[in-house]
């Protein structure tokens, strides 16, 4: 049982774009939300997060909303760079983390 | 800077193998989490730890068992390798339970296992 979908295994956006990830949760409990990015062959390393106070938050090209009524978050990464190219993870805090499936971001120069 | 250190990057092991996956944080957390990640099904929670001597199951618990006898060191034993158990997996640690705080939790660079 899925708590917390992302429904795009691939994405592939062009250099300078915007890219856009989504996520879907179904527990209207989950509090605390974050983003992962992994590299093939290394760990997920934190990206970005948000409380459910909040319905955006930004670092840089990094900016996270929430939409805490539909249950959706979304990720977008303007100007997307190559170096942005890995797999995100979303994740939802409840009694323990759910993280998302993954979607895979290729960036091409 | 937060480092968890996971001993091996790549291990192969074979079938009916006890394999041990040993992971060591230098933060002084509390918790410690392993996951294994696989295609399509994103990661997934084996078991948890929330002090020494602590463990809880998580969402796939079947098949593993862990130990901790040191705050810093949280080890994932395969008691008998089956070759589903092929696949990465992580170790991650918190300050929080809920991971909650600036970055949650902070990951291993994983062990790709392949039991053949």
């Known amino acids: 049982d899925q708590q917390v979908k992302q429904n795009s295994p691939s994405l592939s956006v062009q250099e300078g774009r915007i890219s856009i990830l989504n996520c879907d949760y179904t527990n209207s409990m989950f509090d605390y939300f974050l983003w992962y990015k992994k590299y093939p062959a290394e760990g997920p390393t934190f990206l970005i997060s948000i409380s459910s106070i909040k319905d955006k938050n930004e670092d840089g090209r990094f900016t996270v909303f929430l939409n805490k009524s539909a249950k959706h978050l979304s990720l977008h990464i303007v100007p997307s760079q190559p170096g942005d190219s890995a797999v995100y993870f979303c994740a939802a805090s409840g009694n323990q983390f759910y993280f998302g499936t993954g979607t895979s971001l290729t960036v091409i120069p | 800077d937060v480092k968890v250190t996971q001993s091996s990057r790549y291990l192969v092991k074979r079938t009916g193998e006890k394999v041990f996956l040993e992971c060591v944080q230098d933060?002084?957390?509390?918790?410690m989490f392993w996951y294994r990640q696989d295609p399509g099904l994103g990661l997934r929670l084996i078991y948890f730890s929330y002090d020494v001597k602590m463990k809880e199951k998580g969402d796939i618990p079947e098949g593993y068992s862990v130990s901790r006898e040191k705050k810093e060191r949280f080890s994932l034993i395969l008691e008998s390798a089956s070759t589903n158990q092929t696949s990465m997996y992580l170790c991650?640690?918190?300050?929080?339970?809920?991971?909650?705080?600036?970055?949650?939790?902070?990951f291993g660079s994983g062990t790709r296992l392949t039991v053949v």
């Open positions: 991650a640690s918190s300050l929080w339970n809920k991971g909650q705080g600036a970055d949650g939790y902070t």
């Open positions: 933060m002084d957390h509390e918790n």
